[in-house]
């Protein structure tokens, strides 16, 4: 037989055995990969009569888009830390445990090594599945942003770890009566003075942003809205008393993200829903999806609210993790920004306070306990943790699905969604080993 090769040089990747999700559904097909793109195998055989170099069996695999998280703010847990602090405080016991994989990364700390911490933190991310992400600062004064904005690159991911998206900026345009965890020294008005004047003495620069949340009822966010979107900036509604009113008029001039639905706002009422009336909004303009962040931890929102959110509005829903510096270390005391944190139990609060600051949790446990507590199908679970951040970014042309031309970025899961292996660019970045596949998730 005489070798057909194909039009390229570049060696072609065929990946049997496995289910894709494509479509919005899994399907029993190949999938193909050639120069980190995947390749329509029609076209392949039609056109160029060309072949696999090479063929990896699955085993069966479900195979999703790369895992997007527009939403974190630093370090990453090992799985076996949380189950032993869950089962803790299950007894309502918080002891220390001893050090087990801790890394503490917090990308709002201003360190020369800010840029180190990302590596780290998008290092670890493999193996929850996590292709991309955006950094996220929380409410920093005007110094921090100067300092840390310049060292958080947007690049590509790979074997050295996760990409990076650009940075996601929580604050400090944000209520003083939702600041959550956010220090309430370093918030922010608009002055007047003009909407780009304003987030140009705050932040410094916008050249590696990607998100911006703020509140819609500051007098003046309305032009600053409409300032990012003209910036490609994306605008996340959060941290705000808004009536719903206001967040109709926010989304008219451009916003298109709830940040963490639920938390950091005014709790739902029915004459007056506030920010969550958003989802079932009448008021949006055509053609445009407002998306909402949810932290499907099992602590930050109630299974019941998660299936309400789900139900009136699963196109919109998007997995964060909102995950802080304290992923990852034993319970105690740690940093958020500018301010101190306890780990107690799966819980992180500010610290002597009740207020719940961030999450613990990784993307792939918030996949598996979205789909859990709502009972959506797999597709719908894989697909808002990557396919609708990507809608969200406007990237969803090369990432977050695995359409014909897109970024292979994919992870492989077994069927209970406990990710195998990682994959960026069709290269494999990441394999659970045999040892960590002895260990329960
Ligand atoms: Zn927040």
């Not at 020369?112 to 955006?134: I, M, P, Q, W, Y």
């Not at 500051?218 to 032009?223: A, I, K, P, T, V």
Request: one cysteine or more.
């Amino acid at each position: 037989m005489p070798s057909n090769k194909s039009v390229s040089e570049a060696p072609i990747t065929q990946m049997l055995n496995c289910r894709i999700l494509r479509d919005h559904r899994l399907q029993r097909e190949d999938l193909w990969v050639r120069e980190g793109k995947i390749l329509d195998p029609e076209k392949l055989f039609f056109d160029e009569q060309g072949y696999a170099d090479e063929q990896v069996d699955c085993g069966g695999a479900v195979v999703a888009p790369g895992f997007i998280d527009v939403q974190i703010n630093g370090g990453v847990r090992r799985p076996a830390v949380f189950r032993c602090w869950r089962s803790r405080a299950s007894d309502g016991v918080c002891a220390p445990l001893p050090p087990a994989g801790g890394y503490g990364v917090d990308f709002s700390q201003p360190s020369d090594r800010v840029g180190d911490g990302v590596s780290l933190v998008a290092r670890k991310l493999l193996e929850h599945g996590v292709t991309s992400f955006c950094p996220t600062l929380v409410t920093s004064p005007a110094h921090v942003y100067r300092k840390v904005l310049p060292q958080i690159k947007v690049q590509d991911g790979g074997p050295h770890g996760a990409g990076v998206l650009g940075v996601h900026l929580e604050g400090p345009f944000i209520s003083a009566k939702k600041k959550g965890a956010h220090p309430e020294r370093f918030l922010r008005t608009f002055s007047g003075a003009g909407a780009a004047a304003d987030l140009m003495d705050a932040y410094g620069a916008l050249d590696n942003v990607a998100v911006v949340t703020l509140a819609p009822e500051l007098e003046g966010s309305r032009s600053a809205v409409g300032e990012l979107r003209r910036r490609g900036v994306t605008v996340s509604l959060g941290h705000s008393v808004a009536n719903l009113a206001q967040a109709e008029e926010a989304v008219c001039h451009g916003a298109s993200f709830i940040t963490h639905l639920f938390n950091a706002m005014l709790p739902f009422h029915h004459r007056d829903p506030g920010i969550v009336g958003l989802l079932t909004s009448e008021r949006i303009p055509p053609g445009e999806t407002v998306f909402y962040g949810m932290i499907a931890d099992g602590i930050h929102t109630n299974p019941a609210a998660l299936r309400i959110a789900h139900r009136a509005h699963p196109a919109g829903l998007v997995l964060v993790t909102d995950a802080i510096a304290a992923m990852g270390l034993p319970p105690g005391r740690h940093t958020l920004g500018q301010q101190d944190v306890e780990i107690c139990g799966p819980h992180a609060y500010l610290a002597g306070t009740q207020t719940l600051s961030g999450s613990i949790a990784a993307m792939d446990a918030c996949v598996r306990h979205f789909k859990r507590a709502t009972g959506c199908s797999v597709e719908e679970a894989l697909e808002a943790a990557s396919l609708h951040p990507a809608q969200l970014l406007a990237i969803s042309e090369r990432k977050g699905t695995l359409d014909f031309g897109t970024h292979a970025d994919f992870v492989l899961l077994d069927d209970e969604l406990n990710v195998k292996a990682t994959f960026i660019s069709g290269r494999e970045v990441w394999t659970k080993t045999a040892e960590e596949q002895q260990k329960p998730t």
